[in-house]
């Protein structure tokens, strides 16, 4: 079988857990997922049974390199490829496929997101392997999401006939439907939350990339005889910025021949705003998930973050998310917390970069 | 006319302005009257042009005497009496009283709380102004409010016949009544609520102490004879706890002959908490009371206190009383605001000392 690799793409920036969340310390280096670990010491922690840290690649902004090393020490500096400038997940994917296949051809990407949570591990792990199993066959597989709501938010995936053990045909990538479509789909029961990971050979997935987006394979030739000769960071300091803005999903998946769909069970989530954040931490007999020393009196269900030193007294209040940092502080209603967008837009109107 | 003397009792700790308000910056020593001026500075400005520094007295606790005196430097060190315990306002004011008549018996004492708050500052004066003058008459003056409320947390002078101009007899001092009480005085209209400032001649207040109050008396002439010499502080840290633990009103002024009342009104409040805080404050069109660099989205009539390092950002939340310090946060909303002393008991049990 084929050495599985994990491809962690980490360049999100995110605004949507701000003020925690910053263009320095972003969504994946925060411990969202309900223990004091961030989400991307998770992401590689969940598949460590499989993956080493010497096949761990991560493919983030420059700007993100030395937290992310810092934050993963055990993974060598040199698989943590740095993007110039953010082109979309086609270009991401590519590279590190192409980086894999220089030493092993054969090699099968796990493609994961840095800043997802899943519930149940062994669950998790158990779909790993199998979607592995199907990649390392040739197959391009993704895993699907039983959806629990009409969302607007997330990619649909159509599920065809079975191709083995709980693998299963994709007959086609919809992307983010309107609210009428994700109904239908929701009714339909044949349609699965895209998740966003993928699972590959190195080859296979060149392969598609040079039939599908030929610029990009064109690219990626002269990324491996700079590479050859060490001079394969300045190409892509140079060049890396003119590759296709297009996303894994709509420049390969959608295109490809044989791709499959695991419905993977295991409490997946996407970690999408403070709410999620409240609903994966711990919380006590009141509902409050905060830290041990704060004071309720009359108050349940909220949401506190703030730095050890301090003591937050909430009375009489409920279902509300508070976030506070050394020079923000946030005071949202747990179902508003998708408005923190506004505030961050105002920082950005008032140019406060320090604050973003 | 006799010289009027400011007598400003400071002595009081005070919770309901936690966190902002500790044992060592109580809210006198706060700007709670809407401007940046503390209560204490506002109050010593207030009555400026009828009084220069050199004749304020500030009666304090020990543990205050530094901060005052950096708050109010022109107010002379020597000035500033320390009490070794709190015992009430009698002592207070009798001692400031006896250390006045040392020098000029017939002056004036201007006896006034360091942490009320007048919204109408030249009627105000004009009101201090004829106070001072029927003390100077002999008179034992104090304040009335009209009452808008049955309000049960303070005390009720019933009016009697006009003596002078705005000077009427104080027929009664009642401690705080109950509810239907209350109901009654609002509703009889000859009952005014006793603002708890008070204007007698140094001679005459001493002389009722005599009277009314013989232990304390006597402990005062000790405190003359102690200070001929030189010797007074020390006097004052061993004797001061044992002097009788009652107020000015319950031990003089109800038992006192020639106790009259002016109304006075000028906007008084007694800033009793959060609450008055934020009516006091200045506001923005959306009723915020806030930093000028906080960030409102679908929130109005918020009161927030925070420090100008650090950007306040709420959505949705309206009423709400958000005060941030270094080592707390409080959140509650303001109808709820005088249960801040829940949580100031629970970090009391706690013994969370420096949040105190």
Known sequence: ?????????????????????????????????????????????????????????????????????????????????????????????????????????????????????????AAYLEVVRRAVAAAAGGEMVTVGIKPTRPETGYGYLEVGEAISDGVMRAKRFVEKPDLARATDFLRAGNYLWNSGQFFFRADAVLEAVAKHLPELSAALKQYDDAAAKGEEASLVKKTYGSLPNISIDHGIMEK???????????????????????ELAPKDATGNAAPADSVFVDATNNYVKASSKKVVAIIGMHDLVVVDTEDALLIVPRERAQDVREIVAVLKARNDISRL
Request: charged share 20%; glycine share 8%; with cysteine.
């Open 1 to 121: 079988m084929s050495n599985a690799y994990a491809v962690v793409m980490a360049g999100g920036a995110g605004t949507r857990f701000w003020p925690l969340s910053r263009g320095l310390t972003p969504k994946q280096l925060l411990p969202l997922g309900g223990q004091n670990e961030s989400l991307i010491r998770a992401t590689v922690r969940r598949v460590a049974a499989l993956i080493p840290p010497e096949r761990v690649l991560i493919v983030t902004s420059e700007a993100l390199v030395d937290a992310i090393a810092k934050e993963l020490p055990e993974v060598p500096r040199e698989n943590i490829l740095a993007e110039p400038t953010g082109r979309n997940t086609a270009p991401c994917v590519a590279w590190a496929a192409a980086t894999i296949a220089r030493k092993d051809p054969t090699g099968v990407l796990v493609v994961l997101a840095a800043d997802h949570h899943m519930a149940d591990e």
């Open 256 to 278: 490809a021949e044989r791709v499959a769909v695991i419905h993977g069970d295991f409490g997946w989530s996407d970690v999408g705003s403070w709410t999620t954040a409240y």
